[in-house]
């Protein structure tokens, strides 16, 4: 462990019109690893000159046209370089992330760096494919109908899932031309930093994607505010998406995208067609990342006459997920991203202690030997619609157990969540799952199954999950305006 962090230097310097940079005014702040709590680097403490200085480069790379005047094919190689250049250091990348935010090394690279480089590729791929149109006008007008690169898109992601949320957006939006600046999150900014590096290596021009670290009142807040940034696309809290559209609204009214929390619900009938299929899902779901998922199903509703049996399995796959040092090869469960997010999620467990869920599992903070930031596994039996664990975003290893009498009552548990992510349901019955598919207020439902997932689906959710969608050829809409022009045809003939 130790070795391995010292042969890893990290450059913690923002990246700004194709050069390394210092903030302007030479702040720093520490990023602390939450496998043992050791300083892994100090990183540039950007505020609102160095996003002015961003902003700028963007703009001027956007004018003078060196990235969107490239022909879409141009554009494709670059970024099918990009997501090459991503595999050839997926090692160092999956290591960096671990390092940073906790999460078991070979998840990170198996999932993250592999998701990343897919989507980047498919995008690269996709947008030399993509016909504008022509309206069914009268002969006597030719009507284009034509999109276009917003201009420059200011990105702003979450920890969770660093290097994917970032390549949800910043691929569409360079592919369509866009020029970008990413404002990863204070606690995972090393692998923003190194995606910048490697685009450039791949041939993406100077300013045309920039990267400023800091906080998010202090390097956020300014990007959002911005009057020269066409288009904010959001990934993190709810609290701080709400924020985000009045931000765009107190500025140049820049079109504002949104992916938020969730609160997923996760149905089980008694009809389910395998009950070890739906209890593996139910439990690698919500302790994946060690719960950290924005779709994590952390409300699991069984109906009452197999509860027991259901809660019986599920106890039993526990002990597999005990938390361990992720740059080990082996482990399955790492450590939360830091000592804030550890003791939001303890908070939760006592509060659901004192609301009167019964602790069936985990609860408690380990391995404090280590320095680092580990929360076992944890199940609640009999949690009630009303408590706070069954209705807040617990973003952790937490699930909470409830039963339901049948589906017009699974549902509207369910549905009873300022949330919409995502949902699952379980039944051998083809009737009752596309019934209870389609009255769940959800953006994807998943059916028999909890883990199925393509850069080709649209991702995103109802209600106070947010709005837009990343992932698919919609997420084009996002980076692009639509633009009609009309042209008379005076027919001579
Ligand atoms: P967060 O909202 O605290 O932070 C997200 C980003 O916003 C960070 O980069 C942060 O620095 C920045 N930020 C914070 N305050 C800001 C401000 N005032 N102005 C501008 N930027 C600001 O969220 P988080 O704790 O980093 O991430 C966890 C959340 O992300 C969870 O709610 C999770 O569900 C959500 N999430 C959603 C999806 C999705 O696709 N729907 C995916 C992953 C995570």
Known sequence: MQNTMQSMPFDGRALINGKRVAALDGQLFDCISPV???????????????IDAAVAAARAAFEDKRWCGLAPAQRKRVLIRFADLLQQHGDELAMTETLNMGKPVKYARGVDVN?????????GEAVDKRYDEIAPTPSTALALITREPVGVVGVIVPWNYPMIMAAWKIAPALASGNSVVLKPSEKSPLTALRLADLALEAGIPEGVFNVVTGYGPEAGSPLALHMDVDCIAFTGSTRVGKQIHVMAGQSNLKRAWTELGGKSPNIVFADCP?????????????????????????????????????????????????????????????????????????????????EGARLVAGGEQVLQDTGGCYVQPTIFDGVKPDMKISREEIFGPVLSVLTFSDAADAVRQANDSVYGLQAGVWTSDLNKAHGVARALRAGTVHVNQYDEDDITVPFGGYKQSGIGRDKSLHAFDKYTETKTTWIRIDSPV
């Open 274 to 354: 395998n009950l070890d299929k739906a209890v593996e899902a139910a439990i690698g779901s919500i302790f994946f990342n060690q719960g950290e998922s924005c779709n994590a199903p952390s409300r699991l509703f069984v109906q009452d006459s197999i509860k027991e049996r259901f809660l019986e399995k599920a106890l039993a796959l526990v002990p597999g997920y005990a938390p361990a040092n992720p740059t080990l090869p082996g482990t399955v469960m790492g450590a939360l991203v830091d000592q804030v997010q550890m003791k939001t999620v303890l908070g939760y467990i006592e509060s659901g202690k004192l």
């Open 36 to 50: 043992d709590g050791r300083v892994l680097t100090q990183v540039a403490r950007c505020s609102a000159a160095d």
């Open 115 to 123: 998701s990343a480089a897919n989507c980047i590729r498919w995008y």
